[in-house]
């Protein structure tokens, strides 16, 4: 089964900063990545995405605050998270959207818990 390696996260002040990675498999082609968050008690949202011609998409609520990129050599994607804020306390999946058998496949991390709290 393909998945994704995440790292980074952790406990933050507010105001403060944190850095996700997300490392895809180096065999896969990748159209898309990003992250998506689940607070407690709340649905999944979408966080940020970037697509394979690094176009890039941001939820209102972390537009200005938080940068996604992506290093295609190593198949890897970026969220740094700056200003950070209580309400940015989450679980954070990343996600790919890769080439599968023809077709197009999500796959995703095991989650890192983001804490943002004084």
């Known amino acids: 089964q393909v998945q994704l390696v995440e790292s980074g996260g952790g406990l933050a002040q507010p105001g403060g900063s944190l850095r996700l990675s997300c490392t895809a498999p180096r065999s896969i082609f990748i159209y898309a990545m990003g992250w998506y968050r689940q607070a407690s008690g709340k649905q999944r949202e979408l966080v940020a995405r970037?697509?394979?011609?690094?176009?890039?998409n941001y939820a209102d609520s972390v537009k200005a605050r938080f940068t996604i990129s992506r290093d295609n050599a190593n198949k890897t994607a970026y969220l740094q998270m700056n200003s950070l804020k209580p309400e940015d306390t989450a679980v954070y999946y990343c996600?790919?959207?890769?080439?599968?058998?023809?077709?197009?496949?999500?796959?995703w991390g095991q989650g890192t818990l983001v804490t943002v709290s004084s």
């Open positions: 996600y790919a959207v890769v080439n599968h058998a023809g077709g197009a496949l999500d796959i």
């Open positions: 970037i697509n394979s011609e690094d176009s890039k």
